[in-house]
């Protein structure tokens, strides 16, 4: 995409803007409605416009497009956006794996370039599961895995009452009624009350996850798996994450088994998102 996003602005931004041109952007919604959100470097502030202009040129499906104006802050891991061009009703339905989720960006976390990861895990849930999935959002991980598994149950847990708002919804869109279950609130405070183990536990949280390993752990029963998201350099993507998941455990009294890690995404350059698989004992 952003070698045709280059190309479009060729004749119109002079050679040495050209080369920071965002190598990347997402889009997020469907054939008929879509959101672009792209980060513009300040370089390019008088430029703004003319990029969105070129967006939307090439994707006739995008309506709005959104700015990232600053990194991901607050209890609820949110950043704000600022809308360059198009309508500012940003709500979507999104297309994924079979599935729809309804959001809007600006109110929930939501990555599409983590619908590869999405399908990973819903190929690894064995029949029968019950999986649970803190920091849930909208519901993506849970939706794909149940969609994909007709025998599995997943229970969703999410503080942000908008994203639960969207989860209720789209649970509802996919048909997935009694067998995914969406609780609104912390997972300090929801787990402890649910007064069950899981065979599957994941931890998707958009960054801080390793603060939340003393709930997770004990969610997970004897002989399950926890799926551990954490950020990591790529000169050494899965010790630090395997260390904090041991570290924990022992507190508990519980041991951990490695079975391996899994790059998800490229966070910033030498850094990844990365899942680290372990069964806890």
């Not at 054939?31 to 502030?45: D, G, S």
């Not at 649970?132 to 991980?141: I, K, N, Y």
Request: hydrophobic share 40%; with cysteine; proline share 6%.
């Amino acid at each position: 995409m952003v070698m045709k996003l280059r190309a479009s602005l060729q004749h119109r931004l002079p050679e040495n803007l050209l080369e920071v041109v965002p190598s990347s952007f997402d889009i997020i919604g469907s054939r008929e409605k879509a959101v672009a959100i792209v980060e513009i470097p300040c370089e390019l502030n008088k430029h703004a416009l003319l990029i969105a202009d070129a967006i939307m040129e090439q994707h006739k499906n995008v309506k709005s497009v959104l700015r990232k104006k600053t990194q991901r802050k607050g209890e609820l891991r949110l950043r704000e956006f600022t809308l360059i061009k198009g309508d500012p009703d940003t709500e979507v339905i999104h297309m994924e794996s079979g599935c729809r989720f309804r959001l809007d960006p600006r109110k929930t976390y939501f990555s599409p370039r983590e619908s590869t990861e999405r399908e990973r895990i819903a190929k690894l849930v064995a029949s029968g599961e019950e999986v649970l999935v803190m920091f849930s959002g909208v519901g993506p991980f849970a939706i794909v895995i149940a969609r994909k598994n007709p025998t599995v149950r997943c229970t969703c847990i999410e503080l942000n009452p908008d994203a639960h708002r969207y989860c209720l919804e789209n649970i509802r869109l996919n048909h997935l009624e009694g067998r995914v279950q969406a609780l609104e609130g912390d997972v300090r405070d929801v787990c402890p009350k649910l007064g069950k183990q899981f065979d599957r536990v994941l931890t998707p949280l958009p960054k801080g996850a390793h603060r939340f390993l003393d709930v997770a752990i004990p969610m997970v029963k004897p002989g399950g798996i926890l799926h551990f998201y954490h950020w990591a350099p790529e000169s050494d993507l899965y010790s630090e994450a395997y260390h904090l998941i041991e570290n924990t455990a022992k507190k508990l009294q519980r041991t951990v088994e490695p079975l391996g890690g899994v790059k998800v995404s490229k966070y910033s350059p030498g850094f990844y998102k990365v899942r680290v698989d372990a069964r806890i004992h």
